[in-house]
């Protein structure tokens, strides 16, 4: 399993979990304005002649609350970034694969963003609700240059979420000081083998890890004598090594 030691100092661990933090606390209050933005353009829809200094008060508040999620975004997926190549080149054997954040906030300033509501008023009344904001924004999951969701294999997306739960370990490890409970679920499925061994592998002892299947001959006996085995059949689970 990559070290933890790779990845940030000592002060860089603790701003992390600050960041973290706050996020939460932001998100909430950035939702709550959202509601409240959305319903006042209701009303404006409703009458045309209604004051937007209100709306504006809402808007500078959205757009400051949205910068300040959108940097901690960036960061999550910058550090997920860090490691996610090369725990997937370690399973897969191939590959350069990293996770690209969209975002309407993303390398803009609060001037930028204050003119893009502006430009984008009227269609917002039209449509009663914001349209831009960080509720909108998304990853996609880049593998050699090409969007894994529009060009990928099924087999290939999965490859993908694997490595980011893993690569997401790393993380939770660096914030809370231990590892979390780790769930794969089917997780055998669209793998070969070889591919099976070395998730199996990479998986750091120190996580409680429950993996589920219907199959486990592809399993190395090695590991298998390491792991512990349950069966569940018509409700009833019963151990087996």
């Not at 880049?142 to 087999?155: A, F, H, M, R």
Request: net charge neutral; aromatic share 10%; hydrophobic share 35%.
């Amino acid at each position: 399993m990559l070290s933890l030691n790779c990845l940030f100092k000592n002060t860089v661990f603790i701003l992390y979990v600050l960041l973290i933090i706050y996020h939460t606390s932001n998100d909430k209050k950035d939702k709550k304005i959202l509601k409240n933005r959305n319903a006042y353009l209701k009303e404006l829809y409703l009458n045309s002649n209604g004051s937007l200094e209100y709306l504006n008060i809402l808007t500078q508040k959205l757009i400051t609350l949205g910068m300040e999620i959108c940097k901690i975004r960036e960061s999550f997926i910058d550090n997920i970034n860090k490691n996610l190549t090369s725990i997937y080149k370690n399973i897969f054997d191939y590959g350069n694969l990293d996770i690209k954040y969209r975002s309407d906030y993303k390398n803009k300033s609060y001037e930028d963003l204050e003119n893009v509501y502006k430009k984008n008023l009227k269609t917002e009344l039209n449509y009663r609700k914001t349209m831009i904001g960080v509720h909108h924004d998304d990853f996609d999951f880049i593998l050699d240059g090409y969007n894994i969701k529009e060009y990928g294999s099924v087999g290939q997306q999965k490859n993908a979420i694997i490595s980011f739960k893993l690569a997401e370990l790393i993380l939770i490890k660096l914030i809370n000081g231990s590892y979390p409970i780790l769930i794969l679920d089917d997780l055998f499925s669209e793998l070969d083998s070889i591919k099976i061994n070395n998730i199996i592998k990479m998986l750091n002892k120190e996580v409680q890890t429950f993996i589920t299947t219907t199959d486990i001959n592809d399993v190395d006996k090695s590991l298998l004598a390491e792991s512990n085995i349950y069966y569940a059949n018509n409700g009833q689970i019963e151990r087996k090594n």
